[in-house]
Each structure stands twice: as C-alpha cells, then as structure tokens.
C-alpha cells in the first residue's frame, strides 16, 4: 500500500512539474527584409581572415564573411565560395625583406618560447615554419584557382585599398610597388582584366558587406611613414590615399551594386593608431645600467643627449637628424626585438625612420582616417546603407571590454582580440566583428540573425 501510495505522490511530482515548466519565448530565426540569396563580402585585410602575420586557409574559414554566411545558410543563401588556400602554414610574400618572397613566402606567426640573445627563456611571436605555403608564385599559373564555372563571394583581399577596387593591374604583376596582389591574382576571373569591382557585378549579390578604407591608412602606417600623404602616386602601397581618390571609389564601388539592386551594409574604419602593433614597445624601452649610460653619454656628449640609469628613450634616426624620441611617438612591431636588446639599436645604431611613427605621421593617419569615415558615413547616409560602427566598437577595446563573460582588450597576445601580428583580429576577434555586422544587419532590415 505505501509502494502505491509513493509511487501515486511522485507521479503527481512529475505531472505538475511538468505542467508547471517555464516556457521561452525564442524569436523566431528570421531575414527581416534582407534578401540573402546571393552574399558578398568585399573587403581588406579584417574581410580576408589575415591573421598571425599570413593569410591561411584556417584563417579564411574563421574570417567575419564565412560566419556570416554561416548564419545566412537558414535564411535562403545559395552558396558561398571563398577562394581558400590549400595550406595552413600561411603565405605572406614579404617582398620588403627577401629575395624569393613570391616562391618561398613567410608562413604565419606562432607563440614559441625560446632562449633570447641574453639567455633569457621567452615566449614571442615567431614564424611557425622557414616558408610558408608555396601559393603566390605569379610565374606558376597552375596556382591560379579562377574558372569560367565558378563565381567567388568572398572577396576579402588582405592589403587592398579603395583605389584598387577597380584597377585591372591588381591582378597583373607589373611591379613589387604599386597596385599588385598576389592573393587577387589566384582567383581573378580574368588575368590582368579583372578587377574586384567587376567580381562584384559577375556575382550579381543580393546581399554585401562591405570593409573598405583600413588599408588606405594602415600600409602608410605600418610603413612607419615612410610613405607620402597627399601624394598623386595613390596607388603605391605606402602612401595614403587622398581624400578625393577614397571618395570616388568608394561612390563607384556603391552606385555599381545599387544598379544590381543589391542591399547590404558598410564598415566605417577603426582607429589603426590604437592597434597594439604601436603600442606594445615603449618609447623609452632602452633600459641602461649606469656604466651604459655613462658610454651612451660619451658617445653622444656632442649632440647633448643626457643618459640615465634605467629607462630612457630610443635614439631615433629623423631624416638628416639624430634625435632621441618624444612620449607622442610610437615604436613598431616591425622592430627586431634582439636588435634592441643585443645589438645597440636604439642607442649607438638610431632607430630608422622606418619603425617609429612621429607626431606628425600619427597625426596624418588619425585625420584621414577620420575623413574617410565622413565620406563613409555621407555615402551611405545618401543610399540608407547601415553602417556598422568598428571605429566605436574598437575604441572600447583601449581600455577593458567584457564581452559574453569574456574579456578583452587591445593588449598584444593577452588581450584576447589580435592575432600575433599586432594588426589583425584573431579567431575570437573575427567572431565579435560578425556579432558588430549582425547587430546593424537586424536593425536596419528588421532581421532576428542570434
């Protein structure tokens, strides 16, 4: 009788447990007014999935555009082809340093602890492999991947400025200086024809993103200022692109895909003077003993530079000029660490032009890249395009953000954001990127994408 009584008890439990259980109101998965049948993502390096010095196929995977169209699959996106590479070692042709870059590029950067020049064990950022992936050889057209069958989507292309969204020669290797891409050459649809405008228009998109300006200004500033500003030669790596150039490409590149009918949303630029690729060595790095600083004192006792025990700032090479450096400037990740340590850079060897930004060159990048924003901001405000806000979104990342529990900041390998490079986002970066697409997606086309 208890058996039967207990087992009538813990029956009624369950019933009105399960009566009673908390029903969630999920939103139903929904495009909104967005049309996501055909998707493209036009854009530079953040578009590409660059990461860790080098572009992957990993990386290319992990990218914001093939997450988006992740999302986009249960919405009535066809497909989404994305000109992958074959290897995950990661190809970089560093054409700067080597010889041989296009047949042995770099590979991408790994956390390596090893013994310093001091004898020192340290963990930093070194290549995972002597060459990277053999993919960008112009002169091997086996490694072209394009086909009359096949239609590329993504179209993120690492390095590319505004200027050469329709410059045919992107895909030509006419020289190691202005307007070539090696990562475009592989799947143009037409060599030296081709240019990413017209991938665009082949593509016939329904749907874009669009990420384009960073390059514009970050190649100048990676290039420590090396370059010119307001220089009619646009086209050359190392110089920012002129206001009137930006503008007119990007007003082309948009009126193109209105005539497609084509809906989507742009990126305005991120702050690239915030990135820790110019944060992470100080400018007063150069730590002396006093019986260093008494030599660096009699070496420099005709320039008057005054040495002292502990920190004090680099010695930097300024055009004709042999100065020490100021707070407002900034030491690149391109600077040989050993060379600092071991080798005297900095102290009795300045430090070329080429690895510190001054104030002036910092200046520069800061009010062009503001400009770019204002004609980003104007164009799309003219076509009721979104814009999705990464120049707000990373400025949060100066001080501490935390996100989904997670935090993040723009500290160099601990921050949780950048990849080894300094300059691009990692997995997790690229992820937080999409979440910013998305947001302003759902907004401005009344979407639910989680």
Known sequence: MKKLFYLIFFSFLLITYLGCKPSFDIPTKSAGTANFKTYVAIGGSFTSGFADGALSKQGQLASYPNLLATQFKSLGLDSFNIPLLKGD????????YRQGAWTH??????????????????MLPERIAQYGDNELDFNNKSLRIASPDIIFHHLGIPGLKSVYLNYSNLSYHLDDISGYSPYYWRFATTEYLSTVLSEVMRAKPTFYTMEIGMNDVLNYATDGGTGKVNSPFILYD?????VAGFQTAVKQLLDSIQLLGAKGVIANIPDVMDFPFF???????????QVRADELNIFYAAKGFHFVAGI??????????IRQMKPNELVTLKTNVDS???????????LPDKYYMDSTEIAS?????????????????????????????MKKLNGKVTINGIEFSDEFVTGGFFS?????????GQALIANEFIKTINKNFNAVIP
């Open 89 to 96: 070692l990661g190809c970089y042709p560093d054409i700067e």
């Open 105 to 122: 590029p770099l590979s991408r950067y790994g956390l390596i602890t090893e013994i310093d020049c001091k004898g020192n064990q340290v």
């Open 238 to 242: 190392e110089n920012i692109t002129t």
């Open 279 to 289: 944060h992470t060595i100080k400018y007063d790095s150069l730590n002396l003993t």
């Open 312 to 321: 004090n700032p680099f010695v930097v090479k300024d055009g004709n000029n």
């Open 340 to 350: 600092l340590k071991c080798h005297n850079l900095g102290a009795e060897v300045p």
């Open 365 to 393: 990048v800061i009010s062009y890249t503001q400009q770019f924003n204002e004609i980003i901001k104007q164009e799309a405000a003219s076509r009721n395009i979104g814009v999705v806000d990464l120049y707000g979104f």
């Open 420 to 428: 080894l490079d300094g300059l691009h986002p990692n997995y997790r």
